[in-house]
């Protein structure tokens, strides 16, 4: 029984989808994987609604109703293109693929190889990091090349 719930045809294509309706263990996951991307879109709309008020007349800047009108229409904008542009899971993929790996794994190691000053000296540390670096631009061009022959299919 557990077998067909983790393979065949009776499996759904996410996760919480499979998980059994009346626990309350499944609940508390369900309202979890929720609770993520919200967290997330918060942090990441952060900075662009920042520069939309770094524009705005100096009068304006401080308004909370101003505040609250460029939140909301942020956020209706991005739900609006979500729902409009027909591959743009594929699209958040390549941006997830090539930025996302770019900023968070390559440059981090980069930046922390320069910082540190071990780039120069062949250690253990060295070559891990050398490693994480290699893997991550394999990671990313092997994601940024699906990414667009999804787009490419899709279209």
Do not use: W
Not at 30 to 50: G, R
Not at 59 to 88: G, R
Not at 104 to 114: F, P, T
């Amino acid at each position: 029984m557990c077998i067909n719930i983790m393979f065949g045809k009776e499996v759904e294509s996410q996760i919480t989808l499979n998980l059994p309706i009346n626990r309350i263990s499944s609940q508390i996951a369900i309202y979890t994987t929720l609770v993520n991307p919200i967290s997330k879109y918060a942090l990441m709309v952060t900075p662009i609604t920042n520069a939309l008020k770094a524009l705005l007349p100096q009068q304006y800047k401080k308004d909370k109703l101003t505040s609250i009108l460029i939140n909301t229409i942020l956020v209706i904008s991005t739900v609006i293109i979500a729902i409009t542009v027909p591959f743009f899971a594929y699209l958040t993929s390549l941006v997830g693929a090539f930025l996302s790996i770019t900023a968070s794994i390559i440059l981090m190691c980069s930046c922390y190889l320069k910082i540190s000053g071990t780039y120069n000296k062949l250690g253990i540390e060295t070559v891990a990091i050398m490693t994480i670096i290699f893997l991550g631009v394999v990671v990313g061009i092997f994601g940024t090349y699906t990414s667009l022959l999804e787009i490419i299919n899709h279209l």
